[in-house]
């Protein structure tokens, strides 16, 4: 357990010690803990809270391995589970929040360390629950980026496609729908608990006005997020459409070029099956060389040349040539 204590305003960073955390939390006045677990969870005698002197009824979630987007009011405090895109995964960064000090645990780095550091140093926060919104901000602009990532390389894929379809695009296009998949699963019901917390609140006469214009620009900035990752859904749907539309024409092309070449010797076939046959009649009356070159070679370029008319007056050939 890595345990970082940042005291505020002045945004002072120490390592410290799980008992050195605990004291810190009781007595200061305006104070930031972020733990970082290992990766793999194990089991411990105390939960969390307990270990940071909390009042540990209903944060037993908090630290727990798994545990799913979440946003709740406690009464003095206010508990979250606050995901966060890291590399091609998902990560889950969990949040208690009072007026005097902001904690935070999460499994392995988080990836929110030097944005929240910029962002502590230049906005120099007021309060605790002013942090949180600076976390919440962090938390959205890596779905903000991942998103318009898969977008941009959804679209330079679609291009490719015209150019030449090969299949390490679909591959790359079914791991994009798949990524937008996974950002719309966790960010959805995380704003939507989100949005349900601050709407009461809000409602309240006693929140402040300046947390309600926090909270309005966070709402505000997750409904666009939201519309991004929703539109790289849209793209991905379309990019497949255009595979498969391409790939349809590229059938048809062969198709085409099948029915040409049956047209032309299907007739043929037929010619020389026929008379391959051992009729008494063709045996025994065609016998003479110009009987042979009659049926065996005048017909068939007969038949050709009435073919290659039935292709020239029907236009396949050109409609070929367009397609192309």
Do not use: C
């Amino acid at each position: 357990m890595i345990v970082t204590v940042v005291s505020m305003p002045e945004a002072t960073v120490t390592r410290a010690d799980v008992a050195e955390a605990r004291e810190r939390l009781a007595r200061d006045r305006f104070v930031l803990v972020d733990i970082e677990l290992p990766e793999e969870e194990r089991p411990e005698e105390w939960s969390v809270a307990e270990r940071l002197g909390l009042d540990a009824e209903g944060l037993d979630w908090f630290g727990r391995a798994d545990e799913p987007p979440r946003a709740e009011y406690l009464g003095d405090k206010a508990g979250l589970v606050v995901p966060l895109v890291r590399g091609e995964g998902i990560a889950l960064v969990h949040v208690l929040v009072t007026d005097r000090f902001l904690a935070t645990v999460h499994r392995g780095k988080a990836g929110l360390a030097t944005p929240m550091g910029r962002a502590l140093t230049h906005e120099r926060p007021s309060d605790a629950v002013a942090v949180l919104f600076l976390l919440l901000g962090e938390a959205l602009g890596t779905f903000r980026r991942a998103a318009v990532e898969a977008l941009l390389e959804t679209e330079e894929l679609e291009d490719d496609m015209f150019e030449e379809r090969l299949p390490e695009q679909v591959r790359r296009l079914a791991q994009l729908r798949r990524r937008s998949a996974l950002l719309h699963h966790y960010l959805r019901p995380f704003l939507e608990l989100t949005d349900e917390i601050l709407t009461r609140r809000m409602m309240s006469p006693t929140f402040p006005e300046q947390r309600q214009r926090l909270a309005r620009e966070f709402q505000t900035s997750g409904r666009l997020v939201l519309a991004e990752i929703e539109s790289l859904q849209d793209a991905t749907r379309r990019a497949f459409a255009s595979y498969s539309s391409l790939v349809a024409g590229e059938q048809n092309g062969v198709i085409n070029r099948l029915a040409i070449v049956s047209v032309v010797f299907l007739p043929l076939s037929f010619l020389t099956g026929f008379f391959g046959m051992n009729f008494t009649f063709l045996t025994d009356k065609l016998e003479s060389r110009d009987e042979f070159w009659l049926f065996a070679i005048a017909l068939q370029i007969l038949v050709l040349v009435l073919s290659l008319y039935v292709l020239h007056r029907t236009r396949i050939w050109r409609r070929l040539r367009e397609g192309d």
